[in-house]
């Protein structure tokens, strides 16, 4: 694909919205090509996103440079403990790699590459867990192997799927800023899944960040996002209510969750580094 000015932000970096908004039709694609997605529906089951992660590279990339995006995919066993257990969930992991030639990063030659040999410019990973759709709470997850899906084979993930406890961990440094705000998901949020879209969880991490730099007296634009990690426990649906809660310290790492309404606990978490520029 061609990137364009919405891409890549004012240093010219590929957003990691960009990076989402490529690799859920890639997603798509190989589970089209590799399974018969009719009948998995069929028989009731289906897969939503439960830990998305993106880390951007340094380099400036061009408004009208080719953009390449590769995905793997694999069937896992998302637990760590393996098949045959209570505790064992099945799922997949999409892992993306982004390549683009390098551009200038100077506004008047935007579309200029300063090299012929594309460099990687963003990695990404989804995990999607596999339920049931219709299955009565406990009793969603998947954890035993389809027979629509038997043919792809399980494999065991480096890590076990990330928890959100250990995301929300603190890390040993001085809390800067601290804050929440609230909000509603309205129709446009969601997506044919009928619930939230995981981008716009995304686009709130990465504005509540935002938010508490400026509280932390912080030059906003001279702070970028590195690194993203995502832990999704609950889905919103339109007309949901919502408490965005977030810290920031000192080290660059922020800590944000997305709470249902009145509820302690956060149904998404993240976990945001930042750099200087």
Request: neutral net charge.
């Amino acid at each position: 694909m061609r990137l364009n000015i919405p891409d890549l932000d004012q240093g010219f970096r590929l957003k990691t919205q960009t990076m989402l908004a490529i690799a859920v039709p890639l997603m798509y694609e190989q589970f089209t090509e590799h399974i018969d997605v009719a009948a998995l529906r069929a028989a009731g089951y289906g897969s939503v996103v439960t830990s998305a992660e993106f880390s951007r590279g340094p380099q400036p990339l061009a408004v009208g440079g080719e953009l390449d995006a590769r995905v793997e995919t694999r069937q896992v066993e998302l637990s760590g403990k393996g098949l045959g257990q209570r505790s064992s969930r099945i799922g997949f992991e999409c892992r993306y790699t982004f390549a683009a030639r390098p551009g200038t990063g100077d506004p008047s030659r935007y579309r200029e590459t300063v090299a012929g040999t594309p460099v990687v410019c963003g990695q990404a990973r989804l995990l999607l867990t596999l339920i049931r759709r219709d299955g009565a709470p406990g009793r969603r997850v998947v954890n035993d192997v389809l027979p629509e899906t038997r043919h792809l084979g399980v494999h065991q993930l480096d890590d076990p799927h990330p928890a959100a406890a250990a995301l929300a961990q603190p890390p040993e440094a001085t809390t800067v800023a601290a804050g929440d705000r609230d909000g509603v998901f309205g129709l446009s949020h969601t997506d044919t899944n009928q619930v939230v879209f995981t981008g716009e969880h995304l686009s709130l991490l990465e504005g509540q960040l935002a938010w508490l730099l400026a509280e932390a007296g912080r030059e906003v634009a001279a702070w970028s996002v590195e690194r993203v990690a995502m832990v999704f426990r609950e889905p919103f649906r339109a007309g949901d209510r919502f408490r965005v809660r977030g810290r920031l310290w000192d080290d660059g790492t922020a800590v944000i969750g997305v709470h249902p309404d009145g509820a302690d606990q956060p149904a998404v978490v993240g976990r945001l580094t930042l750099a200087k520029r």
